[in-house]
């Protein structure tokens, strides 16, 4: 069975500070692995996702993730967080073997000015 | 314009009415989602479907039913068995079952229960 665990409900960080949310999977099969983002009463936007090859993913807004599997996690960074990244984000772990795409249960991103 | 549609954007049921949600999507993906979002409890998957008239229940399927007559339309039916259907839900859709492709949502539907 697959799961996602996501560290920390809510994280503040500073304006212009180090932004650190982190994911760990459960996954009996190579995994493939996703951050979204959400705005209020929104859908989810894609930021990043891992399927194979380089384990640093880069995505949008400045956000970039490393897969690790000996850690089995996939944590989100950005260097300098800006307040426009306030919002939720979610991680998800989905694999080919099941079609199944499951989230964790989100942490809420608070930038403080 | 490419994407997943959901309606309505609001919508508000009796107890004991069954209420269907709409989804649909026109990007040609053959795999199609539903998620209920709760506070604290993240995107549960209700029903999943990866081919037209076939479907899979998720983690939380009790209360709900779908179904997959065309590839472009994944609705969902909240039924009077559902004992606490006030929620925010979303809808995916993926390339293919595979998953090495994003999935896109819609921009859900908030249920209330009056």
């Known amino acids: 069975a697959q799961s996602v665990t996501q560290l920390g409900s809510h994280v503040s960080v500073s304006e212009g500070a180090l932004v650190l949310l982190r994911c760990n999977y459960s996954s009996s099969v190579p995994p493939y692995l996703f951050w979204y983002v959400q705005y209020p009463n929104q859908g989810l936007q894609l930021l990043l996702k891992y399927t194979t090859g380089a384990t640093l993913v880069k995505g949008i807004n400045g956000f970039e993730a490393e897969f690790k599997k000996s850690e089995t996690s996939f944590h989100l960074t950005k260097p300098s967080a800006h307040m426009s990244d306030a919002a939720e984000y979610f991680c998800a772990v989905g694999s080919s073997n099941t079609g199944k795409l499951i989230f964790g249960q989100g942490t809420t991103l608070q930038v403080k000015p | 314009d490419g994407g997943i549609t959901q309606s309505p954007k609001y919508l508000f049921r009796k107890e004991g009415q069954n209420v269907t949600l709409s989804c649909e999507q026109n990007l040609n993906h053959d795999a199609m989602y539903w998620y209920r979002q709760d506070p604290g409890q993240g995107l549960r998957l209700i029903y999943y479907?990866?081919?037209?008239?076939?479907?899979q229940k998720g983690d939380i399927a009790e209360g709900y039913s779908v179904s997959r007559e065309k590839k472009e339309s994944f609705p969902l039916t909240v039924t009077s068995a559902q004992k606490n259907p006030t929620a925010f839900y979303l809808c995916a859709s993926s390339l293919h079952r595979d998953l090495n492709t994003e999935a896109f949502f819609g921009q859900g539907t908030r249920l209330t229960v009056v």
């Open positions: 479907s990866q081919i037209v008239n076939d479907f």
